[in-house]
């Protein structure tokens, strides 16, 4: 039977992408690119390779790809710029620091008595560094994390959103998601989540925070 606490309460769990919320990332390949430390190339700009990247990139997220097949067929689409070699090197920089005052945020969820949650477009080689690791300590504080190539489908489908449901056991109108993405916000409401974007280029644990207060998560007393 549900607590008279609980009841009150305006959601059950938050849930939280990564990438671009909780992790600064690269935003895309010329700049994994840079940061892997290679010299500037056409490539990057190329748009027929790009469209193999996120072809391959897609099928990685979403599970029907492992890691070094993804490494030997990017090298492969590159026509001899890159070798596997090369492009796990430029996946193993593409996720950056967590966001300075992130921690705060899951302080005030856990204050409120609200469960916490991932759910995050990656893929496997991300992922190993990402879940519940030392090198991103707020994203190990998340009691439920699902990445996308776990649930075997990408935001914004549908099918990500009830496979997180399935998997969790939360009900569509007792979440409240952030995410950095438009079209993933509004596919989360359209299937009855509460949903607010966040612009990954600001403070995100302010805006956080904010959407937080005005959604009403507040401590319990």
Known sequence: MTSRRAADRPFDVVVLDLGGVLVRIARDWAEAHALAGFEPHPI?????????RQRLGEAHQDGSLDSESYYRLKAEASAGVYSPEDIRRIIAVWSREEYEGVGRVIDAIDAAGLATAALSNTNPAHWARLDGTEEYPTVARLQHRHGS???GALKPSVDVYRAFEA??????????FFDDSPPNVVAARALGWSAEHVDHTGDTATQLLTHLEATGVRPTT
């Not at 990057?44 to 193999?52: I, L, R």
Request: hydrophobic content about 45%; cysteine-free; charged content about 25%.
């Open 167 to 176: 998997a969790t056991g939360f009900e569509a109108s007792r979440i409240l």
């Open 44 to 52: 990057t700009e190329d748009p027929v390779f790009d469209a193999h």
């Open 149 to 151: 190539h776990l649930l």
